[in-house]
């Protein structure tokens, strides 16, 4: 009966989805209006199969090979369903809610409020081996971690083609005021905390400030920068990203992880943390309120929370991962790797990210609609 509730809502609303922010919304539910017959056919088969355990998380986020011996090893089926921003994440659990997914990966500004909202239900894993030996080091996992299972962490920062810049790209300044071989070959996130953030880093300032005067230099920034962009996009979109590859682009803004996954395809590709700092994000694997199957869910997070597992997930994703078992297990040039592994000393200008009050992300929001806007 939910998935008809949710057919009639999305008819509903396709009459009224008019701005551009919610034409996601509106296709996602054309593809669920045409997909209804299949999506029925599931429903009423789902009981004649194995148990299936559900992910909601980004695409290609998880070692395929870890999925196959869960599968075998417990005899169920995985299914995933992927994400492209955290906002695109956050609009999917609130049209649809949590009841169809088992587990879901979410950022670290978004546990609290997830669990607030009753889309998260607590591990209890206190005095658990999995959390004991989770990483600790980065205050945010402190708390996170009692709720859900932290799952990798890394860097926000800067890629480039380097064989196709006049100059190696060390700081931020060189994204907002670019020189000739990066005009018209820079993509940007569309995602207005990276984006409006980063400009506040390049000018000096805290990348969360709600200082309007700070803001408004950040805006203006923006829009100078803006002829030389050549598309706003996801910081983990694809098929966009591999622009990089190709050379159509030769910067962007991106995480450390997808950076180094890019340069197995193309060694040219360099990723810096700019002088100025990044951000540091964090990843954490949560079971939802409404899992259908939670203990098999505990089972897949004690799973890959096995040292050897972690250990081969992590080279699977080239992120850092916070198991401190599975870190002793990684080849020794991987656990160096400072764009893996950054120091304190490379972390002293980087900043978690945060929630900001709802009128200063509007602010944000409306920074990015006048910056896309000016590519259309």
């Given amino acids: ?5 949710q057919i009639n809502y999305c008819t509903g609303k396709l009459a009224t989805f008019t701005t551009a922010y919610n034409t996601k919304v509106a296709s996602f539910c054309l593809i669920l209006l045409f997909a209804m017959p299949s999506l029925a056919a599931e429903a009423q088969s789902n009981g004649e199969h194995k148990k299936i355990l559900t992910l909601l998380t980004w695409e290609d986020y998880i070692d395929e090979q870890l999925i196959s011996e869960f599968e075998q090893v ?5 299914k995933q369903v992927h994400f492209d921003s955290d906002t695109d994440r956050n609009e999917l659990l609130a049209l649809y809610g949590v009841d169809n997914y088992d587990l879901i990966m979410v950022d670290e500004t978004n546990v609290p409020t997830y669990q607030q909202l009753g889309w998260i239900t607590p591990l209890n894993w206190n005095s658990s081996a999995e959390v004991k030996q989770l990483n600790a080091s980065l205050p945010e996992y402190v708390e996170n971690s009692k709720i859900c299972s932290t799952y990798l962490w890394g860097t926000t920062g800067i890629a480039y083609r380097k064989d196709l810049v006049s100059e190696p790209i060390t700081s931020w300044s060189q994204l907002f005021h670019p020189n000739e071989s990066l005009q018209g070959k820079i993509l940007m996130p569309s995602e207005a905390n990276e984006t409006v953030g980063m400009a506040l880093k390049a000018l000096g300032y805290p990348m969360f400030s709600t200082n309007k ?42 995480y450390n992880s997808d950076a180094l996954m ?20 964090i990843d954490f694997l949560c079971l939802s309120q409404h899992s259908r199957n939670p203990e098999l869910a505990r089972l897949f997070l ?75």
Wanted: glycine fraction near 4%; aromatic fraction near 6%.
């Fill in 1 to 5: 009966m939910k998935l008809f509730r």
């Fill in 74 to 78: 417990h005899r169920v089926k995985v």
């Fill in 213 to 254: 005067d700070e803001l408004k230099q950040a805006r203006d920034l923006l829009i100078s920068q803006a002829s030389s962009v050549k598309l706003y996009t996801s910081v983990a979109g694809e098929p966009e990203t591999s622009l990089l590859v190709t050379g159509d682009i030769v910067a962007l803004i991106t």
């Fill in 262 to 281: 890019l340069q197995e395809e193309e060694p040219n590709i360099a990723y810096t943390l700019p002088i100025e700092g990044g951000a540091i994000w």
């Fill in 302 to 376: 004690h799973f890959i929370n096995i040292a050897k597992n972690a250990a081969k997930n992590a080279q699977y994703l080239h992120g850092a991962t916070p198991n401190q078992a599975a870190i002793q297990l990684l080849p020794e040039e991987l656990r160096n790797d400072p764009l893996i592994f950054p120091g304190k000393k490379q972390l002293s200008n980087s900043e978690p990210y945060q929630l900001l009050p709802p009128r200063a992300q509007k602010y944000r929001n409306n920074i990015m609609t006048t910056l896309i806007n000016l590519k259309l």
